[in-house]
Nanobody, 125 residues
Framework: QVQLVESGGGLVQVGGSLRLSCVAS????????MGWFRQAPGKERDFVAA????????YYGESLEGRFTISRDNDKNTVYLQMNSLKPEDTAVYYC??????????????????WGQGTQVTVSS
């Protein structure tokens, strides 16, 4: 069983930056593929980014690479999402997700077994 706790959300102005963190409990964190998803009010949950457990391969949602960067620190059981040049359309609840050993279809929410409670990101114009 893995528990995920996100932090780092908040209110930021257009063009600003935030760094989200997700701390995972349990062992063998390095064997988990980690992902970030987001959900705006009235919309479906969208894929943001993922980092594969086996080789650190980075995968981003459409139009997010270049502004968002996912990274992980296996010693700290933590995955990060650095978000720069934020836009009002980035406003959403951001969720951290984990799956053991997953290597494919990283953008599909159904592939992930564990989810955090979410952290709100609001970008004001």
């Amino acid at each position: 069983q893995v528990q995920l706790v996100e932090s780092g959300g908040g209110l930021v102005q257009v063009g600003g930056s935030l760094r989200l963190s997700c701390v995972a409990s349990g062992r063998r964190f390095s064997s988990y593929t980690m992902g970030w998803f987001r959900q705006a009010p009235g919309k479906e949950r969208d894929f943001v980014a993922a980092i594969r457990w086996s080789d650190g391969y980075l995968y981003y949602g459409e139009s997010l690479e270049g502004r968002f960067t996912i990274s992980r620190d296996n010693d700290k059981n933590t995955v990060y999402l650095q978000m720069n040049s934020l836009k009002p359309e980035d406003t959403a609840v951001y969720y951290c997700a984990a799956v053991f050993g997953q290597a494919f279809s990283l953008s599909e929410a159904r592939r992930y077994d564990y989810w955090g409670q979410g952290t709100q990101v609001t970008v004001s114009s």
